[in-house]
């Protein structure tokens, strides 16, 4: 019976193999030798072998290609089996039959003629290998034929090599290979292994489903052409346009199907720097081509920002905002502060953050108020703003914004963020802005007992605080100083009308010297005394005097209609900022209640003023003392000798001189060093210190 079964089998497996073409390869390493009996069989069919026949030591999957063409390949698994001989074989128990009839030569002692026709005078073992493949749609078995010498070979030890290329499958699928002999024993060896995708370098090259068109873009001026080049005439293929965001799984988009190459229009305004185009093959899984060519493009760009929207919330305890834009913007959200519409907005410190998302960002905490902006900075450019002043919000437009500096000695500075800058109340109460002067003292009480309003305040505790205090209540004495300015302008006038006649003879003699050209013919100067009547008298004499000379003279207390629409000190100061701008000269007219008012910045020990100082004398020093200081401004000092003995030392880093003596050399300061040099013509001299002696006399 077993003959007869040996024989049968050997019908089936030449019948199975005698199908189609082979395209299938077996190679055995140095030693072996093998064939391919059958590659569409049916496994489990085949008879049992010797009891000591081939055994199966290792199962190896690799990916390979097979290919009629350059770029004709399918995928495949190459199996690699490693054999050897069980234990206990030897040549005078084991015969050299594999258990398939008609293998055998004819009955010599079992032994076989080598597959390739030479002689060989060893004995051998054959032996039936079995591969079999299964995947999910398909399922393949495989028969090889391995003929092994016996003598030189040790039990247990490595025989050889067996290659059998190759098992198809689709792309990314996963394939169950099972080897096995026909020995008694039946050992299997089972290994789970994926197919590359396309992903694999070898498969991109040369399998026609992993190669994807190219895209190529061609943009106009009315509208952007797509070309897909090298796509395969009758394949279908989709071609996506879609704008890759962050926020979105893929982002929205259109899809169009071709079955070739194609030309696509897209009109230049829907062209977004986030706009990607992507075309694959219609098959499963398929390699993708992705192009996005706009992400430079600066009309783009301006189209993106254009269509982008800032938003801000106020509704909840603090305020929040919404950037909403058809792509992702590499922004910068910038919260600042603006005091009047048209001026600049204050970046407030520690609160810029990146614009994320479309969704509403806070900032810790700010609380709403109507000088708040936010703006969008891109690109070191202001590219969105939108404010708060026209809600409904607590807090005024003339609030001033506070700064507070905790440091880890429990002390707090204060400082007003303004024009860029973080001023020291110190400095920002006799410098700010033309506004009334701000006393630090006030300031810090005001924040202390909760008049000023908390902006923000981190929730890290850096130790940082804004505050937002107001400053209408500093005005409240705002009419009772205009109506001084308008007394004290009063009596400079009475002055002049009683000096009147005097003066007519000095001018006329000025004339004479200088004709209608003085020799300070489009200067100006900002005439600065206490409010006491020697220093009005004589203030009033030297803008007469000088007046002739063409110099343009500004005194101050004083100021007629800019009194009445200010208050004296806001004019003052706005008068003293405009002098320094445009180069004017500055003159500090000294009397003892201006002396007493100086001796604040630097008293002696002991030093008792004999005079009460003049308040807004004192308010002009902060002004101009820390730019003589800093050695910034043109000033001059101008000392009533009668009165006065000596320059007081805050005072001493402008060039000082005392009236009337030295009269000459304080008309030489104000012309200037690019003005008339040597001396002045006598009749000049004489007639302003003639007119000023004159008035400090009564």
């Known amino acids: 019976m077993r003959p007869l079964g040996g024989q049968l089998l050997l019908l089936l497996l030449l019948a199975a193999g005698g199908r189609g073409v082979p395209r299938d390869t077996l190679a055995c390493s140095q030693g072996l030798a ?110 090889v034929e391995v003929r092994v010498p016996l003598a030189p070979t040790l039990p247990g030890r490595p025989l050889g090599w067996v290659t059998f290329r190759c098992f198809e499958a689709p792309l990314g699928s996963e394939l169950h290979v099972t080897a096995y002999t026909n020995s008694r024993s039946r050992r299997r060896l089972s290994q789970w292994q994926r197919v590359p995708d396309c992903s694999w370098p070898a498969a991109q090259a040369a399998v026609p489903q992993c190669q994807v068109p190219r895209l190529q873009v061609s943009p106009g001026p009315k509208e952007v052409v797509v070309e897909v080049q090298g796509a395969m005439a009758g394949h279908s293929y989709t071609l996506r346009l879609y704008h890759n965001q962050s926020h979105s799984a893929g982002g929205s988009g259109r899809t169009v199907t071709t079955s070739g190459p194609m030309n696509y229009s897209l009109p230049a305004d829907e062209v977004l720097p986030c706009l990607c185009l992507q075309v694959w093959p219609e098959t499963q899984d398929p390699p993708r081509a992705t192009l996005c060519p706009f992400s430079n493009d600066t009309e783009a760009w301006e189209r993106l920002w254009a269509r982008s929207q800032l938003v801000l919330h106020t509704g909840g305890q603090a305020l929040t905002c919404s950037l909403s834009a058809p792509c992702d913007l590499p922004a910068e959200l910038v919260p600042c502060w603006q005091p009047e519409p048209t001026g600049p907005c204050q970046a407030l410190p520690s609160l810029q953050q990146p614009a994320v998302g479309q969704g509403p960002q806070d900032f810790g905490g700010l609380q709403p108020h109507p000088n708040l902006c936010m703006q969008v900075w891109s690109g070191g450019q202001v590219r969105l703003t939108q404010c708060l002043r026209d809600r409904a919000l607590p807090g005024r437009a003339d609030d001033l914004l506070l700064l507070e500096r905790r440091e880890h000695g429990g002390n707090a500075s204060l400082c007003a963020l303004e024009r860029g800058t973080c001023t020291p109340l110190a400095s920002f109460a006799s410098t700010g802005a033309g506004r009334p002067g701000l006393l630090e003292q006030e300031l810090r009480q005001d924040v202390a007992a909760g008049q000023c309003r908390q902006v923000w305040h981190p929730e890290n505790g850096t130790g940082v605080t804004l505050w937002a205090c107001p400053l209408h209540k500093y005005l409240r004495a705002r009419w009772a100083l205009v109506w001084m300015g308008v007394l004290l302008g009063a009596a400079c006038l009475l002055l002049l009308l009683l000096l009147k006649k005097d003066v007519k003879g000095w001018l006329k003699s000025l004339r004479a010297d200088y004709s209608s050209e003085g020799p300070l013919r489009g200067r100006r100067a900002l005439l600065v005394h206490a409010a006491e009547p020697a220093a009005e008298r004589a203030a009033c004499a030297l803008t007469a005097a000088l007046h002739p000379l063409g110099l343009a ?53 002991d030093e008792v003023p004999a005079v009460a100082p003049c308040e807004v004398f004192a308010a002009a020093l902060s002004c101009a003392v820390p730019m003589l200081a800093a050695g910034n401004g043109r000033y001059v000092v101008a000392r009533l000798e009668a009165l006065v003995p000596g320059v007081p030392p805050a005072l001493r880093a402008a060039p000082a001189f005392a009236l009337p003596s030295e009269m000459g050399g304080f008309l030489r300061a104000l012309a200037g060093p690019g003005r008339r040099r040597g001396r002045w013509p006598e009749p000049c001299v004489a007639a302003v210190a003639e007119g000023l002696q004159r008035a400090v006399g009564e």
């Open 553 to 605: 003279v500004a005194a101050a207390p004083g100021g007629g209609s800019g009194v009445a629409a200010w208050g004296p000190l806001p004019w003052l100061h706005a008068q003293h900022r405009r002098a320094l701008r445009e180069g004017d000269t500055v003159i500090l007219l000294l009397s003892p209640a201006a002396v007493a008012a100086a001796h604040r910045w630097d008293p002696g020990p």
């Open 34 to 143: 093998c064939r391919l009996l059958d590659t569409d069989m049916l496994c489990g069919t085949e008879p049992l072998g010797p009891g000591c026949g081939l055994v199966l030591a290792q199962l190896r999957l690799e990916p390979a290609l097979r290919c009629t063409g350059p770029v004709a390949c399918l995928p495949c698994l190459e199996a690699r089996l490693r054999l050897a001989l069980p234990p206990g074989t030897g040549e005078p128990r084991c015969p050299a039959s594999s258990g398939i009839p008609g293998a055998e030569d004819g009955g010599e002692g079992g032994r076989w003629s080598p597959m390739d026709g030479a002689a060989s005078s060893q004995p051998n073992i054959t032996g039936l290998l079995l591969l079999s493949g299964h995947a999910y749609a398909f399922s393949r078995c495989v028969a």
